[in-house]
């Protein structure tokens, strides 16, 4: 028991010795919990309202961020591309706009459905997972407002700072 509290008061002395040390950057949603399923009104066919998004923890260098929604059960299907998000921006709201482009410089992709901005989930069966996937990136990209997945990730090669997931589930 002594080297366990030895340990954690070892590491607590490190957090307040070196507070520059970054911490991870983290993602989260008011609507659902990590691995939770998604509110029906995010379904494709049942509203297709995105859940709003914030995040913390941001890396000191952040120019923008990016986020991508896909279903790895459907091969990857694309929900969701956004980018170009300035780095004083640090949530999403619920039932966000599908303009190509905002005011404030974000720009959005197309989805696997052929349009652009968020794409709710619509599983052929069963329950599928969703993922969220936010970049904190060192630039803003320089790419058209309609690009694909592909493209970003592409361009966000040798950009990035941190990442974060969220996961959630989804059925019919």
């Known amino acids: 028991?002594?080297?366990?509290?030895?340990?954690?008061?070892?590491?607590?002395?490190?957090?307040?010795?070196f507070p520059g040390i970054a911490q991870a950057l983290t993602l989260q949603s008011d609507a659902f919990l990590e691995g939770e399923r998604l509110p029906d009104n995010a379904g494709f066919e049942r509203g297709n309202v995105s859940p709003a998004l914030m995040w913390g923890d941001?890396?000191?260098?952040?120019?923008?961020?990016?986020?991508?929604?896909?279903?790895?059960?459907?091969?990857?299907?694309?929900?969701?591309?956004?980018?170009?998000i300035p780095s004083a921006v640090t949530s999403l709201d619920k039932g966000f706009p599908k303009n190509e482009e905002l005011q404030d410089g974000t720009r959005q992709g197309v989805n696997d459905?052929?349009?652009?901005?968020?794409g709710g989930p619509?599983?052929?069966s069963g329950?599928?997972?969703?993922?969220?996937?936010l970049y904190a990136l060192d630039a803003?990209?320089?790419?058209?407002?309609?690009s694909s997945r592909t493209s970003l990730l592409k361009a966000?090669?040798?950009?990035?700072?941190?990442?974060?997931?969220?996961?959630?589930?989804?059925?019919?």
Not at 3 to 15: K, Q, S, T
Request: proline share 6%; hydrophobic share 45%; with cysteine.
């Open 58 to 84: 941001i890396p000191e260098n952040t120019k923008s961020f990016a986020l991508i929604m896909d279903d790895p059960d459907a091969r990857g299907w694309v929900h969701w591309v956004i980018f170009n």
């Open 113 to 118: 459905f052929g349009k652009t901005g968020y």
């Open 156 to 172: 966000m090669e040798g950009h990035i700072i941190s990442e974060a997931e969220l996961m959630s589930r989804y059925s019919h």
């Open 127 to 133: 329950t599928h997972r969703y993922v969220f996937s």
């Open 122 to 124: 619509c599983p052929p």
């Open 140 to 146: 803003d990209l320089d790419l058209e407002p309609g």
């Open 1 to 17: 028991m002594r080297e366990i509290f030895g340990v954690f008061i070892a590491f607590l002395a490190c957090l307040f010795c």
